[in-house]
């Protein structure tokens, strides 16, 4: 007896779709985190009739909430193994997994601010191999020997002195294009005092942002240590405070065990921002950033916050890195000590340009990210670009911090 299956009209194609002989562009997403930045390239291809955007939700142990993700921006998905089947003119991957099993030329970008942490997984190091960052290593680069991706962008011109000593194959394929949260949150600089109003944040008082990585050494592994200080040490007048946790830290744990674990968080005026969430408004709109090694923290040099750390895996970080440079200038929290002295004792401190080192390594091209990504895709196309240029505008006004604030009900047991 034969067995009928229908696949999505976009692997199919033929005569189901109403517009036909477009390229076709699959969207590989992993994570929600690799999601967000990736919609920054994807939206690059938005109104051009010539192209059709294909999205797959990759197999990752951190891929929870990524088909919801999507649905909530209007994005269907075809299955990961009906994508493997077809064959595309381009895919645009922030991730390694599978990638060298599509049937399409590839396109890498990164997904944080530089190359903060050094691959984990050193036991396929070869004797004398260097232990670069994840996206500066063979193992990442590389498949049997051979480059995996049609293009890698970077950037900032130092990965390239870096990738010329961990992968120097990858070379012809890289380019330097910037960084879009550079440029967005550039863009927003100027609307912070809108992005404080729309917060909810009164005239006086101060935004405490707290930004965790994911993993070990992250602020939130240690926020047992820190949360009695944000919540019984900080004016409730004079301070608000939001929690920025990595997507992964949801996706691994589950966004229920999460909030069970900052139930303390309940009546204290603390909001959580979910793993969705645009965080850009927030780090604009802060007074004070206290974060770790993550992408976050180092996007706070952008802005007018007053940063702090927690203490940090030095053997965990690239030398070059951000975070590394961070980590010399910006002061460290002592969970034995009260909170808002520290706070205003940083403050003082801060002096102009403390963090314009760290700023300068976050993209060697400012405000070109757009304008230089839509080239690479569009000549890797073959298509002659649209007679316009890409927007890059400024990140939409947040939600009131009360909107994500943990309430009763939230994490507690059904």
Same mark, same amino acid.
């Given at each position: 007896?034969?067995?009928t #299956? @229908?696949k999505?009209?976009?692997i199919?194609q033929?005569?189901?779709? @109403?517009?036909?002989?477009?390229?076709?562009?699959l969207?590989v997403v992993?994570?929600?985190?690799?999601?967000?930045?990736?919609?920054?390239?994807?939206?690059l /291809? +938005?109104a051009?009739?010539?192209?059709q955007?294909?999205?797959t939700a990759?197999?990752?142990?951190?891929?929870?909430?990524?088909? *919801?993700?999507?649905?909530?921006l209007g994005?269907?998905?075809?299955?990961?193994?009906?994508?493997?089947?077809?064959?595309?003119?381009?895919?645009?991957?922030a991730g390694?997994?599978?990638?060298h099993?599509? &049937?399409?030329?590839?396109?890498r970008?990164?997904?944080?601010?530089?190359?903060?942490?050094?691959l984990?997984?050193?036991s396929k190091?070869?004797?004398?191999?260097? &232990?670069?960052?994840g996206?500066?290593?063979?193992?990442?680069?590389l498949h049997?020997?051979?480059? $995996?991706?049609?293009a890698?962008?970077?950037?900032?011109?130092?990965?390239?002195e +870096?990738?010329a000593?961990?992968?120097?194959?990858? $070379?012809?394929?890289?380019?330097v294009?910037?960084?879009?949260?550079?440029?967005r949150?550039?863009?927003?600089?100027?609307?912070?005092?809108?992005?404080?109003?729309?917060?909810?944040?009164?005239?006086?008082q101060?935004?405490?942002v707290?930004?965790?990585?994911w993993?070990?050494?992250s602020?939130?592994e240690? $926020?047992?240590a820190?949360?009695p200080?944000? $919540?019984g040490?900080?004016p409730?007048?004079?301070y608000?405070v939001?929690i920025?946790l990595?997507?992964?830290?949801?996706?691994?744990?589950? @966004?229920w065990?999460?909030?069970?674990w900052?139930?303390?968080? &309940?009546?204290?005026?603390?909001?959580v921002l979910?793993?969705?969430a645009?965080?850009q408004?927030?780090?604009?709109?802060?007074?004070?950033?206290?974060?770790d090694?993550?992408s /976050? #923290?180092?996007?706070?040099?952008l802005?007018?916050?007053t940063?702090?750390l927690?203490?940090?895996p030095?053997?965990?970080?690239?030398?070059?890195?951000?975070?590394?440079l961070?980590?010399a200038?910006?002061?460290?929290?002592?969970?034995?000590?009260?909170?808002?002295?520290?706070?205003e004792y940083?403050?003082?401190?801060?002096?102009?340009? *403390?963090?314009?080192?760290?700023?300068k390594t976050l993209s060697?091209?400012p405000?070109?990210f757009?304008?230089r990504m &839509?080239?690479?895709l569009y000549?890797?196309l073959?298509?002659g670009e649209?007679?316009?240029p890409p927007?890059v505008?400024?990140?939409?006004l947040p939600?009131?911090? @009360?909107?994500?604030?943990?309430?009763?009900?939230?994490?507690?047991?059904?």
């Amino acid at each position: 007896m034969s067995v009928t #299956t @229908t696949k999505s009209a976009l692997i199919e194609q033929g005569h189901w779709l @109403t517009v036909r002989d477009c390229k076709r562009v699959l969207v590989v997403v992993h994570t929600v985190t690799f999601a967000q930045r990736l919609r920054e390239v994807f939206d690059l /291809l +938005e109104a051009d009739l010539r192209v059709q955007l294909v999205f797959t939700a990759a197999p990752h142990a951190f891929g929870t909430g990524v088909t *919801q993700f999507l649905q909530d921006l209007g994005i269907a998905t075809v299955p990961w193994e009906e994508a493997l089947r077809a064959e595309f003119d381009l895919a645009l991957v922030a991730g390694s997994r599978g990638v060298h099993e599509l &049937r399409a030329p590839v396109v890498r970008i990164s997904h944080g601010a530089g190359h903060n942490k050094l691959l984990t997984d050193v036991s396929k190091l070869a004797p004398g191999e260097l &232990r670069a960052p994840g996206m500066l290593s063979r193992q990442h680069l590389l498949h049997e020997g051979r480059v $995996l991706h049609a293009a890698v962008v970077y950037s900032h011109t130092r990965a390239l002195e +870096e990738l010329a000593l961990s992968c120097p194959e990858a $070379l012809p394929v890289a380019h330097v294009v910037g960084d879009p949260c550079v440029d967005r949150i550039t863009a927003g600089a100027p609307r912070r005092a809108e992005y404080r109003r729309a917060l909810g944040i009164e005239p006086g008082q101060r935004l405490v942002v707290v930004s965790s990585t994911w993993g070990r050494a992250s602020t939130f592994e240690r $926020l047992d240590a820190l949360l009695p200080q944000l $919540l019984g040490q900080l004016p409730c007048d004079g301070y608000r405070v939001a929690i920025m946790l990595h997507p992964n830290v949801f996706a691994g744990h589950g @966004t229920w065990q999460v909030r069970s674990w900052l139930a303390a968080c &309940r009546g204290r005026g603390v909001a959580v921002l979910p793993p969705e969430a645009d965080w850009q408004p927030l780090l604009i709109a802060a007074d004070y950033i206290i974060g770790d090694h993550g992408s /976050l #923290t180092a996007y706070g040099t952008l802005t007018e916050a007053t940063i702090l750390l927690t203490a940090g895996p030095r053997r965990e970080v690239s030398d070059r890195s951000p975070a590394a440079l961070l980590s010399a200038v910006a002061p460290v929290i002592l969970p034995g000590h009260p909170l808002a002295e520290q706070l205003e004792y940083a403050a003082g401190l801060r002096g102009p340009g *403390q963090y314009d080192r760290v700023a300068k390594t976050l993209s060697s091209a400012p405000g070109e990210f757009h304008r230089r990504m &839509r080239s690479v895709l569009y000549r890797l196309l073959d298509l002659g670009e649209p007679a316009l240029p890409p927007r890059v505008a400024a990140p939409p006004l947040p939600p009131a911090l @009360t909107q994500w604030e943990v309430r009763a009900g939230e994490g507690a047991a059904p």
